[in-house]
């Protein structure tokens, strides 16, 4: 099946810093990519995503490029906040055309003011 | 439009018992998802409903089961619960059909005792 690789947190930054979480993915085809969202004692929320080769997807000033060439979606943000500290999972379906999806380990961010 | 909702949101079992979690998919919603949360294995697929029938299951023993109504209501049930079963049991709804979109509800916390 198609998976994902995160980096490994915790990421720790000041307020107003440049974010970006690294995602790699292996997958036969081009599937549609996701970022998700945990924070504290909640569920995933959906952050972004991007369903073809150089979309970008962004929600709330963060970004991320669908990279075929280097099989990338990494996240950025260009100045974060005290609320972005979260855990932040990228995803894919599991196998081609399926919904189920296969997640990255998570990147626990925690901004400091 | 209400979002995906779980209940119980909490709930503590001991080994030996069995528990049933309900999920309320988004309206209009016709594939539900059902994954399982630990912080040592992180996020783990468990099964897929659509049109009430299963379409996708991942590797989990037959003591996890789950089941979808006419109106996508879906519920999971976990027998002889084991320690190792405590975790956040999360479900996402999706359209169905073209759209792999997942959306998550806020999780059903299981601690086994």
């Known amino acids: 099946g198609d998976s994902v690789t995160q980096m490994e947190g915790p990421v720790t930054l000041s307020e107003e810093a440049f974010l970006t979480i690294n995602c790699t993915y292996t997958a036969t085809g081009y599937p549609s990519l996701f970022w998700y969202v945990q924070y504290p004692g909640e569920g995933l929320q959906l952050l972004l995503k991007?369903?073809?080769?150089?979309d970008k997807g962004s929600n709330k000033g963060f970004e991320a490029t669908y990279r075929k060439e280097t099989t990338s979606f990494h996240l950025e943000k260009g100045s974060v906040q005290v609320s972005d500290s979260a855990v932040y999972f990228c995803a894919l379906p599991r196998d081609t055309g399926r919904r189920a999806l296969t997640f990255g380990s998570g990147t626990r961010l925690q901004v400091q003011p | 439009k209400a979002g995906v909702t779980q209940t119980p949101r909490y709930l503590i079992k001991t080994r030996g018992q069995q528990v049933t979690l309900s999920c309320s998919p988004i309206s209009g919603h016709r594939s539900v998802s059902w994954y399982q949360q630990t912080p040592g294995q992180g996020l783990q697929f468990l099964f897929e409903?659509?049109?009430?029938?299963?379409?996708n299951k991942g590797n989990f023993p037959g003591r996890f089961s789950g089941r979808q109504f006419s109106n996508s209501r879906s519920e999971m049930n976990v027998s002889t619960l084991e320690l190792g079963d405590s975790a956040l049991y999360l479900c996402?709804?999706?359209?169905?059909?073209?759209?792999?979109?997942?959306?998550f509800g806020p999780g059903t916390r299981l601690l086994v005792l």
């Open positions: 996402a709804s999706s359209l169905g059909a073209s759209d792999e979109t997942q959306y």
């Open positions: 409903y659509f049109s009430e029938t299963q379409r």
């Open positions: 991007a369903t073809k080769a150089d």
